[in-house]
Nanobody
């Protein structure tokens, strides 16, 4: 059974940091490209970052230089370190394969506000 369990979200002030985690089960994690996505209220879900099995990474222009995606294949977990957060980063964050092909998890809410 495939499961994606995101955690680590919360309320943070502008300029702050958060580290998101996504525990993945039910797939051969190490061979899959994994991505972090987000959906803000009233907007389409968008890709934030993805990481290949060889640890090569790509980022959306809006987060480049502020966010870092990483993975731990031994723990079947993908991370998103988010620094210098802005109010426009407020969204529900999800992980999935890239391109996405799994049922979405519950996501984790990130709210950036003073």
């Amino acid at each position: 059974q495939v499961q994606l369990v995101e955690s680590g979200g919360g309320l943070v002030q502008p300029g702050g940091s958060l580290r998101l985690s996504c525990a993945v089960s039910g797939i051969i994690f190490g061979t899959n490209t994994m991505g972090w996505y987000r959906q803000a209220p009233g907007k389409e879900r968008e890709l934030v970052a993805h990481i290949y099995s060889n640890d090569w990474t790509n980022y959306a222009d809006s987060v480049k230089g502020r966010f870092t995606i990483s993975r731990d294949n031994a723990k079947n977990t993908v991370y998103l370190q988010m620094n210098s957060l802005k109010p426009e980063d407020t969204a529900v964050y999800y992980c999935n394969t890239y391109p996405y092909r799994l049922d979405w998890g519950q996501g984790t809410q990130v709210t950036v506000s003073s």
